[in-house]
């Protein structure tokens, strides 16, 4: 199986900070990687798809990037309606795997 | 619109059985794969089952194979997933997902999900 690693595990930033999140891969998953946001008791909403590409809708603060093992999301400028917690997702093969998940809160 | 709505909520004893159902709207059922994911309290996400348009293929986490079945109806745009021998820690919101494709693992739909509790 595929071992999908998240770090931070939580982060707290000020509105307007860039914020990083990063997910590693156990083994190359080639750009096979969903990042998805879930708010408290709603579902999972998906952000980007193929590392990269942006889902319709999704702000342009969102970005992806990454490759092979290691893969990143990126908010540009934090808001606080992206208080979340963000999820990877490796689709490269089955088992379907996350990660464990970065909670953002706003400091 | 995708529209996804779970059903099958309850409480159910360690070893007892449960089905969970997902109605589907706004989209070709039987052209895209589904799955299911699961939440525990306070955890994260876990994947526990896919089956492909057709159904003729399908797929289980370790931690559900033997004991649950995931089904679809393409007749009445429905997923299924049949729980039994159900334990503790199978107490978690159940999630049906669509799939962006015919098979391809990455999910762009979800339904608010559905509630099971295994406890004596």
């Known amino acids: 199986d595929i071992q999908m690693t998240q770090s931070p595990s939580s982060l707290s930033a000020s509105v307007g900070d860039r914020v990083t999140i990063t997910c590693r891969a156990s083994?190359?998953?080639?750009?096979?990687l969903a990042w998805f946001q879930q708010k408290p008791g709603k579902a999972p909403k998906s952000l980007i798809y193929?590392?990269?590409s942006l889902h319709s809708g999704v702000p342009s603060r969102f970005s992806g990037s990454g490759s092979g093992t290691d893969f990143t999301l990126t908010i540009s400028s934090l808001q606080p309606e992206d208080c979340a917690t963000y999820y990877c997702q490796q689709y490269n093969s089955y088992p379907l795997t996350f990660g464990g998940g970065t909670k953002v809160e706003i400091k | 619109e995708v529209q996804l709505l779970e059903s099958g909520e309850g409480l159910v004893q360690p070893g007892g059985s449960l089905r969970l159902s997902c109605a589907a709207s706004g989209f070709i059922f039987s052209r895209y794969a589904m799955g299911w994911v699961r939440q525990a309290p306070g955890k994260g996400l876990e994947w526990i089952s896919a089956i492909s348009g057709s159904g003729s293929s399908t797929f289980y986490a370790d931690s559900v194979k033997g004991r649950f079945t995931i089904s679809r109806d393409n007749s009445k745009n429905t997923l299924h997933l049949q729980m039994s021998s159900l334990r503790a820690e199978d107490t978690a919101i159940y999630y049906c997902?669509?799939?962006?494709?015919?098979?391809?693992?990455?999910?762009?739909?979800w339904g608010q999900g559905t509630l099971v509790t295994v406890s004596s």
């Open positions: 193929a590392a990269s």
């Open positions: 997902a669509k799939d962006a494709d015919f098979w391809s693992g990455h999910y762009v739909g």
């Open positions: 083994q190359g998953i080639s750009n096979d």
